[in-house]
């Protein structure tokens, strides 16, 4: 493809930091790969993309966040991961060709990107060192895989199960010191599926930690008043 083929207007106000999958790239490639990104609007609850489907291209988060999980043919759900802003979803699906492999649905109101497999795989082929970031793109996914399962299949309660996760949702909230909180909007049943725990089982746990006071609630919001505490109860 042509260095000089025409590029639709720049989006990159609709983020406040690059997309972790273009942090490295050249200034050019990364400039090509924003203009290619335009915001639409998606309301709460709506699923962007479901498992099986044909992978037609790649979201990129730039407002809101999704929950990722996978099924099982009997109707049970895992919840993989949280999608926050810069994340891009679809990608290996789409690079592969085949369906996806994972349904991506908005928690809340969100603005997502869409870029088709053809263009993406057109943008790829103007910069082909992009590949480079694209496969540390696809190990980072697999990393997170990789603790999620050790988080559901190797932690030995559902306590611990749920102290982890907390503590890894606490990343992207507002630390204070010790002390972080973040927006906790999910309900019970959809927690356990992020656990392999029953919706009465996190009821019970989340309550037990409100009486240790480990977690204190503030509406949709949580706060974790000293991770070191839930950290050391997660080790146990």
């Given at each position: 493809m042509?260095e000089d083929f025409?590029?639709p207007?720049c989006?990159?106000n609709?983020f406040?930091r690059?997309?972790r999958?273009?942090?490295?790239?050249?200034?050019?490639a990364?400039?090509?790969?924003?203009?290619?990104l335009?915001?639409?609007?998606?309301?709460?609850?709506?699923?962007i993309?479901?498992?099986g489907?044909?992978?037609?291209?790649?979201?990129?988060?730039?407002?809101?966040e999704l929950?990722?999980?996978?099924?099982?043919?009997?109707?049970r759900?895992?919840n993989?991961?949280?999608a926050r802003?810069?994340d891009?979803?679809g990608l290996?699906?789409?690079?592969?060709?085949?369906?996806?492999?994972?349904?991506?649905?908005?928690l809340?109101?969100?603005?997502?990107a869409?870029?088709?497999?053809?263009?993406l795989l057109a943008?790829l082929?103007?910069y082909?060192?992009a590949?480079?970031?694209?496969?540390e793109e696809?190990?980072?996914k697999?990393t997170v895989?990789?603790?999620?399962?050790?988080?559901?299949?190797?932690?030995?309660?559902?306590?611990e199960?749920l102290?982890?996760?907390?503590?890894?949702w606490s990343e992207?909230g507002?630390p204070t010191?010790?002390?972080?909180r973040?927006?906790f909007?999910?309900?019970h049943e959809q927690?356990?599926e992020f656990?392999?725990?029953s919706?009465e089982?996190?009821?019970?746990?989340l309550?037990?930690f409100q009486r240790?006071?480990?977690v204190?609630f503030e509406g949709?919001?949580?706060?974790?008043?000293?991770?070191g505490?839930?950290?050391?109860y997660a080790?146990?």
């Amino acid at each position: 493809m042509p260095e000089d083929f025409e590029k639709p207007v720049c989006c990159r106000n609709s983020f406040s930091r690059p997309v972790r999958m273009i942090e490295t790239l050249s200034p050019a490639a990364r400039s090509a790969f924003e203009s290619l990104l335009h915001a639409s609007s998606y309301p709460a609850n709506m699923v962007i993309f479901m498992e099986g489907e044909p992978a037609t291209g790649i979201y990129v988060v730039l407002e809101g966040e999704l929950r990722v999980s996978v099924s099982s043919k009997d109707g049970r759900h895992l919840n993989l991961r949280i999608a926050r802003k810069t994340d891009i979803l679809g990608l290996s699906s789409a690079l592969a060709g085949g369906a996806y492999n994972v349904t991506a649905a908005t928690l809340y109101p969100a603005k997502l990107a869409y870029v088709g497999r053809e263009t993406l795989l057109a943008f790829l082929s103007r910069y082909p060192s992009a590949y480079q970031t694209v496969v540390e793109e696809l190990s980072r996914k697999v990393t997170v895989a990789c603790e999620q399962l050790r988080t559901v299949a190797l932690s030995h309660s559902a306590p611990e199960k749920l102290a982890r996760l907390l503590l890894e949702w606490s990343e992207e909230g507002k630390p204070t010191g010790n002390q972080s909180r973040f927006r906790f909007a999910l309900t019970h049943e959809q927690i356990g599926e992020f656990i392999g725990a029953s919706r009465e089982t996190v009821t019970r746990t989340l309550g037990n930690f409100q009486r240790h006071r480990l977690v204190r609630f503030e509406g949709s919001m949580l706060t974790i008043p000293d991770r070191g505490a839930l950290a050391h109860y997660a080790a146990h």
